[in-house]
């Protein structure tokens, strides 16, 4: 697997060296005007970290918008796939994320050579791969996918040709009951997702009978059947705020229910259980290493920094326009914040 990330030169400043009186927000806020940086935040992010941000939302429209500003650097708070996909879409900027080791278990879980040997196993197939994935996995792929378009986009597609799904087996699945297509499905999952307990979810329904829920297509189908609305973070988040009823139950990464709260601050939102009922399940451990100390490194040190060969980079964008050209009746969702 190519290695995207370059890290700190030796002798750049680490957290060691940070005065602990030192106002991380106004240095942040300095270092971004004097960089003509942008900063993303996923929803998935603290919510110190999203109020901090000049945009919040989904990731690839994150990078979308990043795209469209003028700036000459992106700081992207979310993990590394993230900052690839920046860097594909803006080859220009220097992207950079908070944290190096911040990856995802979907990632993780579909290494190119095992992915390569999957395609060549069914050579009649297309590669509808989710975003969920490296540089390299993209590149083999015929089109990409996000949980917001993925319907969308699989609906498009001949219906004579059987598609490969990666690397979410509960996302292709839900896409394979919604469409009827013929799929065969990569045995990935996200670890956050896959935690979430219908036994405890049940119990908690009781409990809040008037309570609707809505889950992230990347939950067991076990969850979803007890969903009134199944979506991406983004849709996940209009749902709750255009909807009369006051108290709902979320089965994704509980750090989206921060921009739920402020947009709707009369409305209860309660984080779906894990199997101990009372867990902090939903919070990603990957998401979590980015802080604000570690921000203001990689405003400082230009690094840890997101590098993609040329060669595979375009390789990664054709499955990636692929997409942006088939999805364009799909609004964009990322939204602007407390913009510098």
């Not at 319907?151 to 799904?165: G, H, N, Y």
Request: proline share 6%; with cysteine.
């Amino acid at each position: 697997m190519t290695d995207t990330i370059v890290l700190p030169s030796q002798g750049a400043l680490t957290e060691s060296d940070i005065d602990p009186t030192l106002d991380l927000h106004a240095e942040i806020d300095r270092l971004r005007k004097e960089r003509n940086a942008v900063i993303l935040a996923h929803y998935y992010q603290d919510g110190e970290i999203q109020d901090l941000a000049d945009f919040v939302g989904d990731s690839l429209d994150l990078s979308r918008k990043a795209a469209a500003t003028d700036a000459d650097m992106i700081v992207f708070c979310g993990v590394r796939f993230m900052g690839e996909v920046a860097k594909i879409l803006s080859p220009s900027k220097l992207v950079v994320i908070p944290d190096a080791a911040a990856g995802c278990s979907l990632e993780e879980a579909c290494q190119p050579e095992a992915f390569k040997a999957f395609r060549d196993a069914h050579p009649d197939h297309l590669a509808v791969t989710y975003i969920n994935c490296s540089a390299e996995v993209k590149a083999l792929s015929d089109v990409i996918v996000t949980s917001s378009n993925a319907e969308t986009i699989i609906r498009q597609l001949p219906a004579d040709r059987p598609i490969l799904f990666a690397p979410d087996r509960h996302l292709g699945a839900y896409m394979q009951k919604k469409t009827g297509r013929d799929m065969t499905l990569w045995p990935g999952s996200c670890i956050i997702h896959e935690q979430f307990s219908e036994k405890e979810l049940v119990k908690l329904k009781v409990r809040h009978p008037q309570a609707l829920v809505a889950a992230h297509p990347e939950c067991p189908d076990s969850i979803l059947t007890h969903a009134d609305q199944v979506g991406s973070t983004r849709a996940i988040l209009d749902f709750v705020l255009a909807s009369e009823a006051s108290e709902f139950i979320i089965a994704t990464e509980q750090h989206i229910i921060h921009q739920m709260s402020k947009a709707a601050p009369h409305k209860t939102f309660i984080p779906a259980p894990g199997a101990d009922g009372g867990c902090s399940c939903s919070n990603c451990p990957f998401m979590a290493l980015n802080t604000l100390e570690k921000i203001y490194l990689c405003l400082k040190n230009d690094a840890p920094a997101i590098t993609v060969p040329e060669e595979l980079r375009l390789a990664a964008l054709k499955p990636l326009e692929r997409m942006l050209e088939m999805s364009k009746s799909v609004p964009m969702s990322g939204a602007a914040v407390n913009a510098a």
